[in-house]
């Protein structure tokens, strides 16, 4: 099972509005609404900020929403914060025997 | 609250077995629908999923490690382990223990702090 393709980085500046994009596979990301993303800052475990494509858990600001087109996911930043400088991660169901499989990682820095 | 706490070696020989234990608190593995997996991250690199188990003892594996990995529960214990046979440097990690959201919704809402596995003789 490959891992999902991220970009490597993505920087905006505080207040603008950043998208990470996420791409698989008609078995992973395209055929399932199950794709969640993940912030990762330095040193601490990571934490969960969208699930089911578009849902957020208690807590998330709504600045981080979710969205899925075919076999690409995207997450989006709005009102970039400095303490949303972090790294990211995107996460499918597969309908291989594996059942989860995480993105490449992205690096976001603002500016 | 949900808490889980990742423990075990923090240096381990090459060949060698590795023995995690993840202790949880909050809910409860004998409750229907609960699901607690285990994800690594080499140091500077991605996350990557092993293994997880549900309440009712399903067990699902990473097929590339599949033949390495045991996952297990203690209900009474509120504890999960892993251990992963043949250890090599390349499994040199940080290992993380995260919960399930949900019965079989694919996202884990909590987790442990991790625990650095070395792989070094």
């Known amino acids: 099972q490959s891992a999902l393709t991220q970009p490597a980085s993505v920087s905006g500046s505080p207040g603008q509005s950043i998208t990470i994009s996420c791409t698989g596979t008609?078995?992973?990301?395209?055929?399932?609404?199950?794709v969640s993303w993940y912030q990762q800052h330095p040193g601490k475990a990571p934490k969960l900020m969208i699930y089911e494509v578009s849902n957020r858990p208690s807590g998330v600001p709504d600045r981080f929403s979710g969205s899925k087109s075919g076999n690409t996911a995207s997450l989006t930043i709005s009102g970039l914060q400095a303490e949303d400088e972090a790294d990211y991660y995107c996460s499918s169901y597969t309908s291989s025997s594996s059942l989860y499989v995480f993105g490449t990682g992205t690096k976001v820095t603002v500016l | 609250q949900i808490t889980l706490k990742e423990s075990g070696p923090t240096l381990v020989k090459p060949t060698q077995t590795l023995t995690l234990t993840c202790t949880f608190s909050?809910?409860?593995?004998?409750?229907?629908?609960?699901?607690v997996g285990w994800i690594r991250q080499p140091p500077g690199k991605a996350l990557e999923w092993l293994a997880l188990i549900y309440w009712n003892d399903d067990k699902r594996y990473s097929p590339s490690l599949k033949s390495r990995l045991t996952i297990t529960k203690d209900t009474s214990k509120n504890q999960v382990v892993l251990t992963m046979t043949n250890m090599d440097p390349v499994d040199t990690a940080t290992y993380y223990c995260a919960h399930e959201i949900a019965a079989h919704r694919p996202a884990f809402d909590y987790w442990g702090q991790g625990t650095l596995v070395t792989v070094s003789s």
């Open positions: 909050g809910f409860s593995l004998s409750t229907s629908g609960v699901g």
């Open positions: 008609s078995s992973d990301v395209g055929g399932y609404n199950y």
